[in-house]
């Protein structure tokens, strides 16, 4: 069992094409021995954003604090907020932003098996 408060793990730069003002923690990894899924905290920005993109695991996502918007292919959007939950199927286009005025926290677990 390996227990740590995420504040432990460091605050990092998401250095992806399109994203801008959003950092995560790299909670429970492979590097911790987790077979199946990682666990992820992102920190968005006020105006922080992510491009629309995809990738092929599906992610799962629970929002933490602040307010944001989830944006579909078509470009719908979604609005976010404390105890709201998304699921993100593999390969399905989305972009994530922060619209409010404050920090956007979410925490976001993805499959292993896939990598």
């Given at each position: ?55 092929p ?21 979604f ?12 390969h399905?286009?989305?972009?994530i ?19």
């Amino acid at each position: 069992m390996e227990i740590r408060h995420y504040t432990d793990v460091e605050l990092e730069d998401v250095d992806r094409t399109g994203f801008q003002g959003v950092k995560a923690r790299y909670v429970i990894t492979e590097k911790e021995g987790a077979p199946h899924f990682a666990m992820r905290v992102f920190e968005f920005e006020p105006g922080g954003h992510t491009s629309l993109h995809q990738h092929p695991e599906e992610h799962e996502i629970f929002i933490l604090e602040g307010e944001g918007i989830a944006v579909n292919e078509k470009g719908e959007e979604f609005k976010l907020g404390p105890g709201h939950t998304l699921y993100i199927p593999p390969h399905e286009p989305h972009q994530i932003k922060n619209v409010s005025g404050r920090l956007m926290k979410f925490i976001c677990l993805i499959p292993l098996m896939n990598r």
